[in-house]
């Protein structure tokens, strides 16, 4: 019955969005009520699952949105994101952008999460795609595809890490692993796979991005140094890589984790805390391209179109929060877990499964780790490869089938202008191409290895 309730629930999303256009954030907060309501929630708590599953997401990604959304606004208009655009095009030439634009995602990836990273590289898509024209999909999937593998496959996110963690395997190779087959992933399943996109799929720039050509014209009469955007960009990557960085070294007991220093450092790089201060940073830095005047409003006209990104993704998280509390997740993870096939695959199975189910790439990943921990315990044989290679598999089930009840797949859907129907013609196949080629790679490489 919760699997049955688990189908008709994503087939009356879509049914409502597509087919008779209601609103995104309406339409979810409905199915929310009416699958809490199937699956046998108790009537007093279904309001406090809605409103947990909405806040704690909006938690996580209202303060990245809207800091991130001020510093990419600061470094579009004032002529920042071009500077940028045309050094990388400079270098690795006009038909090479798409690939500039994916190389530097996966650098900024690896400390940065997903939909900050994202937040934070999109005024630059923007100016390179307005500047070469085609479609949108050309160069703004391969930058996310890039942040999606990397906040997937490497420590020091917070997935692989907790993976890494209970299943008992060495962090440092896990990171060289993760980055090794990273790259391959990228390659394959978003630059390659996006120019086939583009060429099938035409998407225009988003209207607000459209309307800003002429301010963009005028900024960049004045543009900042490429040395103070670079500044802007690396300062958060740097100011996270503390909180990241030092997660990791007391994961691996290199060092103690509770000492104030340790804290102290972690808490300046706390993803909120870094964007802040960033923001604060590239005011001061770009004081010389607006007055402070002008830099408040810039700030101020950021935050317009973001709100109901916001609100769309909190909504999400509010769907997915009810699947969870339904146990439908655990479900089909326990139907996975007894079928006898081998671990990796058992892994990359029941790591699906969750991500469907609830959405979340973290939650798919940590609790697929718990679940099979006490099998890969009582195995024998097993190296550190391969405990490597099970959690990169569990993070490729843990990528694919991104849909409605992703927030990832709002922000992407909301921050590109693309319809419902289109996000998951694309950005859907593409996280689903991703977890295949990953899984395809970590099965090769445990074999070999």
């Not at 300062?235 to 060092?255: E, H, R």
């Amino acid at each position: 019955m919760l699997i049955f309730i688990l189908i008709a629930s994503v087939l009356l999303l879509l049914l409502l969005i597509i087919k008779f256009r209601v609103h995104a954030f309406v339409a979810l907060i409905i199915v929310s009520l009416l699958t809490a309501l199937a699956t046998g929630i108790p009537i007093n708590k279904i309001l406090p699952t809605l409103l947990n599953g909405f806040g704690n997401t909006l938690a996580s990604v209202a303060l990245l949105v809207g800091l991130g959304a001020m510093i990419g606004q600061l470094l579009e208009i004032t002529g920042g994101a071009k500077v940028l655009a045309d050094t990388l095009i400079s270098k690795f030439g006009e038909k090479k952008a798409p690939l500039a634009l994916g190389l530097a995602s996966l650098l900024f990836g690896f400390p940065i999460f997903f939909d900050a990273g994202l937040v934070v590289m999109l005024p630059i898509i923007f100016s390179v795609a307005k500047r070469f024209g085609g479609s949108v999909i050309r160069y703004a999937f391969p930058a996310a595809g890039a942040f999606a593998v990397m906040h997937a496959f490497a420590p020091p996110h917070p997935g692989p890490v907790a993976s890494g963690d209970l299943l008992g395997a060495n962090i440092g190779l896990l990171v060289m692993i993760g980055i090794i087959l990273a790259i391959p992933t990228w390659y394959i399943s978003c630059y390659v796979f996006s120019n086939y996109l583009a060429k099938k799929i035409f998407l225009e720039l988003p209207k607000n991005v459209l309307n800003n050509a002429a301010i963009n014209e005028t900024a960049v009469q004045n543009p900042p140094s490429f040395t103070k955007v670079l500044a802007i960009l690396l300062l958060p990557l740097i100011l996270i890589l503390f909180d990241t960085g030092l997660n990791t070294l007391s994961v691996s007991k290199i060092i103690d984790g509770s000492q104030l220093w340790v804290e102290s450092l972690r808490l300046i790089g706390k993803t909120p805390v870094a964007l802040l201060i960033t923001l604060i940073t590239a005011i001061f830095l770009l004081k010389e391209q607006r007055s402070y005047e002008q830099i408040e409003k810039i700030c101020d006209h950021a935050l317009a179109p973001i709100c109901g990104i916001i609100l769309v993704t909190g909504a999400g998280g509010m769907f997915g929060g009810v699947l969870r509390a339904s146990g439908i997740g655990d479900v089909l993870a326990e139907m996975l877990s007894n079928t006898g096939m081998p671990i990796i695959i058992a892994a990359f199975m029941i790591a699906t499964a969750l991500r469907i189910a609830q959405g979340s790439a973290t939650v798919a990943l940590t609790t697929t780790s718990a679940l099979i921990a006490p099998t890969v315990a009582s195995a024998t044989g097993l190296t550190q490869f391969d405990l490597c290679f099970i959690v990169i598999a569990i993070a490729s089930g843990a990528t694919v089938f991104s849909h409605v009840n992703d927030s990832g797949f709002w922000l992407v859907s909301r921050f590109l202008g693309m319809d419902t129907k289109t996000t998951l013609r694309t950005w859907t196949v593409q996280e689903t191409f991703i977890g295949f080629v990953g899984f395809g790679l970590a099965l090769i490489g445990s074999i070999l290895l």
